[in-house]
Every structure is written in C-alpha cells, then in structure tokens.
C-alpha cells in the first residue's frame, strides 16, 4: 500500500533503516547541506535534522528524501509506492505506467479533516523566515525551498496545474519564483495573468505526499492533471483542501503550504543557485514575485530539501532521482501513447536531465529523427540536450550495457546527427553558454538558443556477437552460482530479472 | 541584524559615498531587503560602518570587500504606498493648505522671512520641511516620488478626469 504522507514516507524509510535522524543541533546554514550532500556521496541514509539552531519553528529539516540507492535508485520510491522492494529496473517502469494507465479523480476533504490546516496565519501573522529554509550552498543568492510542488490554477482542469519550481526566500513575506518560459506554469503567467495585469495565484506546498511529488515532475499535457495521475500513482485518490486565500486545492497532507500571488510586472532577483549542472550558475536573474498572504502547517512540520548539484556525475539526490524514476516512466508512456515503438525512455542519470538514454525499435528510416523532433519540440525542449537511442532489447538501466552499445554500434562518421543548429531553446540554467550567449539573463523568457544531437547507437543489421558464446556463458555462472555467488554480480541480463 | 551585509556588484550605484537605496543581504540570516545606505571602500569615509562584501564576475565567485552604513531600512519604515496613493488620489481635488496654530512656530518663521532669509513664512516652512524629510524620511520621499510618477503618467486617470 502506498504512502499517505510525506512523514508516512520518513516512517517507512526508518523502518527500511534508511533513515539517519539527528537530534543534536544543526544549522540551517550550509550545515545541513553539507551532512546531506555527505551522505549523497556515500551512499548513506537519508538524514533528518530535528533540532534545527536559530529556527523559531519546530520544523524538521530532511535532505534529499527522494535520493536512490547507488545501485537501484528506484528502490526507495517503489516502496512509497508499496511496490515489492526487488524490481528490476524495467519491472519498475512497467509498474509505474500500469499505475498511470489507471488516474484516479482526487477527493476534496474539508478543512478541519486536512492535516495541513493545523496551524493557519494569515496577514500579520505570516512570516517565511521563522521556517529553517537551508542556505545550501556557499555563493547562493540566498536561502531555499527547492523540492516543493508548485500549485497553480489550470484552465483546462479544476485541479489545478502542479509542476516543480524552486523559490529563493528574500523575506518576511516574499520570495522569487524560477519560472522558466517554455513550461507550463511560466507561460500561464508569463503569456495570461501578466499580459492583463492580473496577479497569478499559487501556493507552494512543501513536503506533499509522494505520489503528488512524483507527478509534478511529471510531464502532464494540457488538458489532463496531475492530480488524477498522482491518485493512480497511490492506487487512492489523493485528498484535497481549498487554500485559504485563493480558490486553489492543495494536498491536504501537506507538510507545509504557502500562499500568495506572483505579481503582474514586478522581478525580485533569483539565483546564483548552486545548479544541477554541478556548478555555481550565475549571474542573478530576475525572476518573478511571490508575494505571500498565508502559511498554513502540520504542526513540527518536516521540510524536505535537495542538494542540487551533488548529483552530477553520479546519481545522487532527490532531483537525479525523481527524472529516473518519475520523468522517465511517464515520457515512455507518453512515447508509447504518441505511437513511437518505444521500449523504455530513461534519463542517463549521471547527468540529471540533459542526456537521455532510449531504448526503442526503429521500424522505418528516419523514424528516430522522427522520434527526436518530436521531443525536442514537446517536453525535451529545454531541458534534453542529447539521446542515446539504443536497440529495444538494450538495457537502458545498465550502464555498461548502454556504454557497449555506444562503442560497438555508433559510427563516427554517419550515426552522430545534430539537430536544429543554434536554433533550439536552451534552459538558460546551462553553464556552457556565457550570459551573452543567452542574450541576457535578466527575465524568464530567456532567448538562450543551442543545437541538439542524438547518437544512433542501434544496430544496423545483425547485432555483433559477443565472444563468449551462450551456453558456455550460462554453464559458468551455473558453476560460480553453485560456489555462492549472487546472480547480482553477472551484470546486466540478471539485473534485469532473467536469470535462467 | 548582523554588521555584515552582501550585495551584487550590479546593485552598486555609480558614485560611492552617495546616499541610495541598496538591496543588501543579512551575511547572519540571509533576509534580503532594501535600505537607504551610503558605501565606501573605505571605513572611516563612514559614520557607522559594517562590513559590506560585493561579489562579482557572471557567477559571482569574485568577492571584494567595502563597507556599508545604513540609513534606512526601506521595508522596515513600514511606507504603505497604498495609503500613500489614496492620500495622493484625495490631494488632487482638496485643497492644498497646510493649517497649524502655534503662536512660537510663527515668531521664528517670520523672523526668518523678515531677515531676509526666506521670501515668506510658507516658503519658509516648505523649504524646512522638506529638508527634514530628506534626512529623517527619506524612504518616504522616495516611495512618495514614484507614487507620483504614477499618478502623473497614468493615462486611465487622464482620461477619466476628462470624461469628469
């Protein structure tokens, strides 16, 4: 059974000894950054920090919640999910898709019944310092909440829209938002509420249960939510209250939720932001107004938050995390649905969004230019900046097996195509590109403009043979299987779950 | 509040040791917000100095060290400009006297005109005033100038008044 909670989620960690809670005092400021990104690095238990210095709240800090094993990094979030703890990677992307082949309309509860109402201030009683939000990282533009899920009104759903964007805390009551044009929620507010002159309301909610998490990093097209995906994530729907100060619905578990409005006209600054690409990333942008008119909260709320940067190179944080395990089961549904012969999509997660490995079939010429364009133009645009596309029977999951693939079967000369040169938009986060480059940095509506590529690693006829052959392969591990090895150790084909 | 601050190299005005508004950063808390400050590269060149570090470059991983005295806390001095504007709005059709009774005020302020000092007790009056506020309440000021240009460039308002 699934989570129901983010604090329910914490519970099953620790029960899993997963878990590391630290009652003696830590500092908000790059202190508890630096233990979570320690831990990130080793491989270790996610830490919670109860006893935060200097917080007037008794909040509990908890960094990167969300991050995965070295070695299985979806194995925690099937848990959230009551999945069985021994999936391979494929089983696991089979599952999450049955589950969101099934969306599930969320409940509307009542506010007495919702768990995030427990302590309510509004007006003079708001103040979104009094919370330990992490300064993470030396040279940040300030303190953050970066693994939130932004609720924002939708036109097409009564649900609203929920994505993922980080704020950057200023002071009593405003922050800055990162929105990016080009995603939803930025181009609501860029191209709707700003051209009137209206304010936008939304509410960041902070420590949502995991199923609303792994939906907001979800790419859900228009017309459809993410609540009702969330709802089939869980197998239940997911409980909803009205805000306070809005007509927005919020998950009702929440942690912690803060409302306002993101003002028509008016920039705070944002960043620098020790970024996903693993480097500082400046300069300052400025980026819109969060404008904050209540904060509602379970009492000693548990405030969840993601050391960026730490995951470059390896696979280690909530972010690198949530796009294997979320962003990847729901563009290979999304792939499927668009009638692409897709086995699996899956971010190369040792370099967060910009790589993505594909294993597909390639039933005509030109179907993986097809594929591509059809990505780039879509939920690719900003983020991707190549594919790997390998064989349908290549492990995507599997390092070395994708490596092998790239080595054996892309050709130099005629299998590395670049797309769309210098015309493609650009995620102005890059750190490659120089702020002229961007051609300014100072809005949302970057003009920051690259070239694309995709690597044709598939084979072009009969799959070169490996050396060994089959059956004296299968004799050997028979052999070393009897001496006590695990079938773990054989590599790819058993960690995949078939194994003879 | 810490005797440390940070802010951009963008944010600097062009002369130091004038008086500007800044955003600063709390080096202790991180609060970012806006003050009335002047900056030196030097302390003695201030009256109360704290430590102000300017970083730089285009991921702002230079860092040089000036110092900052603070004035004014902008947010702080707590201006509702909404209240401000409403004031402005009501002044635009009330009349413009200022009315005050007091028999020692008017002694100085004559005195004032009749040493040849100021062309009348108002102008005077006007001329003090003002300069006060420039010391005491300059965010004031501040927030009442771009209330104006508002009012003054809005062409909504022009239109109405004409309609009116």
């Known amino acids: 059974m699934a989570v129901d909670s983010f604090r329910a989620y914490l519970d099953r960690l620790a029960d899993g000894g997963d878990l590391a809670e630290f009652e003696a005092g830590v500092s908000w400021d790059l202190e508890a950054s630096a233990i979570t990104m320690l831990a990130n690095q080793r491989d270790g238990p996610i830490p919670a920090f109860r006893s935060i210095a200097e917080s007037e709240t008794d909040a509990v800090l908890v960094g990167d919640p969300y991050r995965g094993s070295r070695e299985r990094p979806w194995d925690r979030i099937a848990r959230s999910l009551g999945m069985a703890s021994d999936l391979s990677g494929a089983d696991y992307y089979a599952a999450v898709i049955d589950r969101l082949s099934s969306p599930r309309e969320p409940r509307v509860v009542d506010r007495p019944a919702a768990p995030c109402k427990e302590v309510v201030k509004t007006g003079g009683d708001v103040d979104l310092l009094s919370f330990p939000w992490p300064y993470i990282h030396q040279g940040d533009g300030g303190r953050y909440s970066n693994l939130q899920t932004l609720v924002a009104p939708a036109p097409d759903s009564e649900w609203g829209r929920w994505s993922s964007h980080r704020m950057m805390l200023h002071d009593e009551t405003q922050a800055s938002l990162l929105l990016l044009a080009g995603e939803q929620v930025p181009n609501l507010y860029y191209y709707q509420y700003e051209r009137r002159d209206q304010p936008m309301p939304v509410a960041a909610v902070i420590g949502a249960e995991p199923a609303v998490e792994y939906s907001a990093d979800m790419w859900i097209p228009s017309g459809r939510s993410e609540a009702t995906f969330a709802g089939g994530l869980k197998e239940e729907p997911v409980d909803l209250v009205p805000c306070e100060t809005s007509d927005l619905l919020v998950p009702a578990s929440a942690e912690l939720v803060i409302e306002g409005r993101v003002l028509p006209g008016e920039r705070l600054d944002e960043g620098p932001f020790g970024d996903y690409f693993g480097y500082m990333n400046g300069p300052r942008r400025s980026m819109p107004t969060f404008e904050i008119d209540a904060i509602t909260h379970r009492r000693a709320p548990r405030v969840p938050f993601c050391v960026e940067g730490s995951g470059v190179g390896y696979d280690r944080n909530s972010s690198s995390t949530l796009e294997v395990t979320a962003a990847g089961p729901d563009a290979t549904l999304g792939l499927r649905a668009a009638g692409f012969d897709v086995e699996f999509a899956v971010p190369w997660r040792f370099t967060s969004r910009t790589v993505w490995v594909i294993a597909t079939n390639c039933p005509y010429p030109g179907y993986l230019h097809e594929l591509a364009n059809f990505i780039f133009t879509t939920w690719g645009m900003l983020h991707i900046d190549f594919f790997v596309f390998v064989d349908a029977d290549v492990d995507p999951f599997d390092p070395r097996a994708v490596l092998t693939a790239f080595a054996l079967e892309a050709d130099p000369d005629e299998d590395f195509h670049q797309f769309g040169v210098e015309r493609m938009p650009k995620v102005p986060l890059n750190i490659y590109q120089t702020p002229d480059e961007k051609e300014g940095a100072d809005v949302g509506t970057s003009k920051a403009k690259t070239a694309k590529a995709y690597v044709d690693a598939t084979t072009d006829g009969e799959r070169i043979r490996r050396h060994a052959d089959e059956e004296l392969r299968k004799r050997a591990r028979a052999v070393i299987r009897e001496a006590g090895v695990s079938g773990a150790e054989f590599g790819s084909d058993e960690s995949r779950g078939e194994t003879e | ?164």
């Open chain 2, 1 to 164: 509040m810490s005797n440390h601050y940070l802010t951009s190299e963008e944010h600097l005005p062009e002369e130091p040791g004038t008086e500007t508004t800044l955003q600063i950063t709390d080096a202790e808390t991180k609060r970012i917000f806006e003050a009335r400050v002047r900056i030196a590269r030097e302390p003695d060149e201030l009256t109360d100095p704290s430590r102000l570090t300017v970083v730089a470059g285009p991921h702002e991983s230079v860092r040089k060290e000036w110092y900052v005295e603070l004035l004014d806390e902008v947010d702080a001095a707590g201006i509702n400009e909404d209240l401000l504007r409403r004031l402005a709005d009501e002044q635009a059709s009330t009349s413009n006297i200022i009315n005050t009774r007091s028999n020692d005020l008017k002694v100085v302020l004559r005195y004032l005109v009749e040493s040849g000092q100021y062309e009348s007790t108002a102008a005077a009056l006007r001329k003090i005033a003002f300069e006060q506020l420039a010391t005491e309440r300059p965010a004031l000021l501040e927030a009442y100038e771009s209330v104006r240009t508002e009012f003054e460039s809005d062409p909504l308002r022009d239109a109405l008044s004409e309609r009116e």
